[in-house]
Nanobody
Framework: QVQLVESGGGLVQAGGSLRLSCAASGRTFSNYAMGWFRQAPGKEREFVIGISRNGGRTYYADSVKGRFTISRDNAKNTVDLQMSSLKPEDTAVYYC?????????????????????WGQGTQVTVSS
């Protein structure tokens, strides 16, 4: 089992920045690719950004390219999501997720079904 706990959500004005963190515990963190997903009210959960096990590769949804970045610290068992130039449409609950299977193609990083463990989510609200 891998336990994931997100933090850092909140209310921010459009154009502002916010940093989310996800702390992992349980199994060896470096054995898992990590991803951030989000779910807005009335919408399906969607992929936002992902990172490979060693941090060497990152994957982005088109909607966040150039605005969001992801990083991980395998020594501290954390993965962070830095969000900048936030827009009202970024408003959602953001979830951290862990994937044990190796990512061979980008589509695998973006697939919800490939992630076995999920955090409880943290709310991000961007006001206009």
């Amino acid at each position: 089992q891998v336990q994931l706990v997100e933090s850092g959500g909140g209310l921010v004005q459009a154009g502002g920045s916010l940093r989310l963190s996800c702390a992992a515990s349980g199994r060896t963190f470096s054995n898992y690719a990590m991803g951030w997903f989000r779910q807005a009210p009335g919408k399906e959960r969607e992929f936002v950004i992902g990172i490979s096990r060693n941090g060497g590769r990152t994957y982005y949804a088109d909607s966040v390219k150039g605005r969001f970045t992801i990083s991980r610290d395998n020594a501290k068992n954390t993965v962070d999501l830095q969000m900048s130039s936030l827009k009202p449409e970024d408003t959602a609950v953001y979830y951290c997720a862990a994937r044990g299977a190796r990512i061979l193609i980008p589509a695998q990083a973006m697939g919800i079904m490939g992630y076995e463990y999920w955090g409880q989510g943290t709310q991000v609200t961007v006001s206009s």
